[in-house]
């Protein structure tokens, strides 16, 4: 299987701060990643696909970027609904893979 | 409204089945632009890919999980189900239902609240 390393774990963070979030293929996933927010209760909800598409509604303060097997999300000012865990998931070869998680706290 | 939901028993002893469903409503299961998966999360833990189905009856499986896994599509009842035989407690996880797009970017676009099974005698 494809490993998905999220770095950090967690963050501490304020509001208007920027963010950024890592995510590291163990082999080449070319632009097949995803990444989503998972609020406290509540399902996965998508952000991104393929590394760097916005999805409909998600607020243009978030995106995607990719170098390599390298792959960031970044929240550009945070808010204060964006406190919240976030997943990476590969989508180049089954099975599906996620990261383990970073969660943004205050 | 598009949504879906699962459900099922919360709680199943060890060595038994676990069963649930997952109804999708504001959209049909027949889409075959879409696969319908099965994802869970052990407390405290990540994500974890179950398995997926498509609408034709094609399925794809989580080899972790050592052929204990079956997911059914009923285009009838525009819903799905998970069966996950011989479980253990390292089964009692949140399992959410989603929908996956075949193609482009393959992610899951749509997911549901999630249900919690304990697998405890």
């Known amino acids: 299987d494809i490993q998905m390393t999220q770095s950090p774990p967690s963050l501490s963070a304020s509001v208007g701060d920027r963010v950024t979030i890592t995510c590291r293929a163990s082999?080449?996933?070319?632009?097949?990643l995803n990444w989503y927010q998972q609020k406290p209760g509540d399902a996965p909800k998508l952000l991104i696909s393929g590394a760097t598409s916005l999805e409909s509604g998600v607020p243009s303060r978030f995106s995607g970027s990719r170098s390599g097997t390298d792959f960031n999300l970044t929240i550009s000012s945070l808010q204060p609904d964006d406190f919240a865990t976030y997943y990476c998931?590969?989508?180049?070869?089954?099975?599906?893979?996620f990261g383990g998680g970073t969660k943004v706290e205050t | 409204q598009l949504q879906m939901q699962e459900s099922g028993p919360g709680l199943v002893k060890p060595s038994e089945t676990l069963s649930l469903n997952c109804r999708l409503s504001g959209a049909s299961i027949r889409d075959g632009t879409y696969y319908w998966a099965w994802i869970r999360q052990a407390p405290g833990k990540g994500l974890k890919w179950v398995g997926s189905?498509?609408?034709?009856?094609?399925?794809y499986y989580n080899p972790s999980l050592n052929g204990r896994v079956t997911i059914s599509v009923d285009t009838n009842k525009n819903d799905f189900s998970l069966s996950l035989t011989a479980v253990t407690a390292a089964d009692t996880a949140v399992y959410y239902c989603a929908r996956r797009y075949k193609f482009e970017n393959r992610h899951f676009d749509l997911w549901g609240r999630g249900t919690l099974v304990t697998v405890s005698s």
């Open positions: 082999q080449t996933i070319t632009r097949y």
């Open positions: 998931q590969q989508s180049f070869i089954s099975p599906p893979t």
């Open positions: 189905a498509s609408s034709s009856g094609n399925t």
